[in-house]
């Protein structure tokens, strides 16, 4: 890894320690934290292979794997990991850089990246890592990526990348759950088709 990922140059010291303790509060007080795992569910038939890139603390992989699914989870983060080793076990973890994603197994029937990922990757390596999260993913199978509106990776600019990785937009979405996009919307939830 040449360059780092924005999550440690753009982020204050204790920020990863924050971010855990952050998700754990809010499972602790109830909160709906399942939404993109609702979606990604109904996306797939059960028991699907399904990666989770930026797994981050695991809530997604883990609601995904008590759905029955079976779950990868990859980030650059050591200390996010162990938190999703602890508080969401049974998927796959995997420490790895997005950019230099070199999973072994078979290809993955859905790939989800939740969590504003993409503005998080190490500046200039956007295009390559959807690259890679298409290698991953089995012919006609789907990428599901969802991220806000950011000046430093627009939307413009992800259009153009899905297009050189010969991906397809589905469906562009506001949220999780299935506002319509319009020009002014802040986050966008891509659903993308890897060709046959």
Same mark, same amino acid.
């Given at each position: 890894?040449?360059?780092?990922?924005?999550?440690?140059?753009?982020?204050?010291?204790?920020? /990863?320690?924050?971010? *855990?303790?952050? !998700?754990? +509060?809010?499972?602790? #007080? @109830?909160?709906?934290? %399942?939404?993109?795992?609702?979606?990604?569910?109904?996306?797939?038939?059960?028991?699907?292979?399904?990666?989770?890139?930026?797994?981050?603390?695991?809530?997604?992989?883990?609601?995904?794997?008590?759905?029955?699914?079976?779950?990868?989870?990859?980030?650059?983060?050591?200390?996010?990991?162990?938190?999703?080793?602890?508080?969401?076990?049974?998927?796959?973890?995997?420490?790895?850089?997005?950019?230099?994603?070199?999973?072994?197994?078979?290809?993955?029937?859905?790939?989800? /990246?939740?969590?504003? *990922?993409?503005? !998080?990757? +190490?500046?200039?390596? #956007? @295009?390559?890592?959807? %690259?890679?999260?298409?290698?991953?993913?089995?012919?006609?199978?789907?990428?599901?990526?969802?991220?806000?509106?950011?000046?430093?990776?627009?939307?413009?600019?992800?259009?153009?990348?899905?297009?050189?990785?010969?991906?397809?937009?589905?469906?562009?979405?506001?949220?999780?759950?299935?506002?319509?996009?319009?020009?002014?919307?802040?986050?966008?939830?891509?659903?993308?088709?890897?060709?046959?």
């Amino acid at each position: 890894m040449t360059v780092r990922p924005r999550w440690f140059t753009d982020t204050k010291p204790g920020h /990863s320690q924050w971010y *855990v303790e952050r !998700f754990r +509060a809010l499972a602790s #007080e @109830g909160a709906d934290l %399942e939404g993109e795992a609702r979606l990604v569910d109904a996306m797939v038939d059960r028991g699907s292979r399904i990666l989770d890139a930026g797994c981050g603390t695991g809530r997604l992989s883990g609601a995904l794997h008590q759905r029955g699914h079976d779950v990868v989870g990859v980030d650059a983060d050591p200390e996010l990991v162990a938190a999703a080793r602890a508080d969401h076990p049974g998927p796959t973890y995997v420490v790895a850089d997005l950019s230099e994603l070199e999973l072994d197994g078979e290809p993955f029937d859905l790939v989800v /990246s939740a969590g504003n *990922v993409m503005v !998080f990757l +190490a500046p200039g390596t #956007e @295009g390559t890592v959807i %690259e890679r999260l298409r290698d991953h993913t089995r012919p006609g199978g789907r990428l599901v990526i969802g991220f806000r509106r950011e000046q430093h990776y627009p939307y413009a600019q992800f259009n153009v990348d899905l297009r050189s990785a010969g991906l397809s937009l589905e469906h562009r979405f506001a949220t999780w759950g299935l506002d319509p996009f319009t020009p002014e919307s802040d986050f966008a939830v891509n659903v993308l088709r890897v060709p046959r």
